[in-house]
């Protein structure tokens, strides 16, 4: 069974606007990884964080985790139209391992 | 460097024939996955290589489904016989257990195999 759930399942905004994606857990976790898909492709790799960490920043990304609610955020901020495509949260166990990735949410940046 | 290689791209055939998927990691990675992904959904972990050893093929269909690591590098799926329900595309994924320890987490992608089945 998948343990992480993002949401909203689908998303369409205008270039330039943020976009903001969430991602709920069942389990402790060791970290939450954020992956982006681009169509036909395979996964890349976004942003770790760790279990002791509240939130991390690469770039236009910004990721917070509230392990008391078991749920992450991605905000992607100034969005550019390159930014479509499916990003999936993904979190590994105490082991650092059993990587479960969620359903995704589809985000749509139009030009 | 170059990243981690999957072939083929795509692949159609009938039911109930054979199928067989190659993947190429990075080079020094230890740790080698098999996913399936279904349209519109997540990825799903098949099976985990650390080295040559299955170290989780809890979730592998095994009246079907075959996977080897020969030396540790290079892995094959196969699928024997397929059935439509198999259709999806099949990702190849590596990471490495040595390094920093945030990046041991980290797993990079092939473009996956496209199969149809008929």
């Known amino acids: 069974s998948q343990q992480g759930e993002e949401d909203p399942q689908a998303l369409s905004i205008q270039e330039g606007e943020n976009a903001t994606m969430n991602c709920s857990y069942k389990?402790?976790?060791?970290?939450l990884q954020w992956y982006r898909q681009n169509s036909g492709r395979g996964l890349v790799h976004l942003i770790l964080?760790?279990?002791?960490?509240r939130e991390k920043h690469s770039g236009r990304l910004r990721v917070t985790l509230d392990t008391s609610k078991k749920s992450s955020s991605l905000l992607i901020t100034a969005s550019r139209a390159a930014d479509t495509a499916s990003y999936f949260c993904?979190?590994?166990?105490?082991?650092?391992?059993?990587?479960?990735f969620g359903p995704g949410t589809r985000l749509s940046v139009l030009p | 460097e170059a990243g981690v290689v999957q072939s083929p791209r795509y692949k159609i055939i009938e039911k109930k024939q054979p199928v067989a998927f190659w993947c190429n990691p990075i080079s020094g990675h230890n740790t080698l996955y098999w996913y399936r992904q279904n349209l519109g959904q997540g990825p799903e972990l098949l099976i985990r290589y650390e080295n040559e050893e299955a170290v989780d093929d809890s979730q592998l269909p095994k009246d079907r489904f075959s996977a080897e690591r020969l030396k540790g590098v290079d892995s094959t799926l196969k699928i024997q016989p397929a059935e439509l329900g198999d259709s999806a595309v099949y990702l190849c994924?590596?990471?490495?257990?040595?390094?920093?320890?945030?990046?041991?987490?980290?797993?990079?992608f092939g473009a996956g195999t496209r199969l149809s089945v008929l």
């Open positions: 964080i760790r279990s002791n960490e």
């Open positions: 993904a979190t590994t166990d105490n082991y650092g391992q059993n990587f479960v």
């Open positions: 994924a590596s990471s490495s257990t040595s390094g920093q320890v945030r990046a041991k987490n980290i797993q990079y």
């Open positions: 389990t402790s976790i060791n970290n």
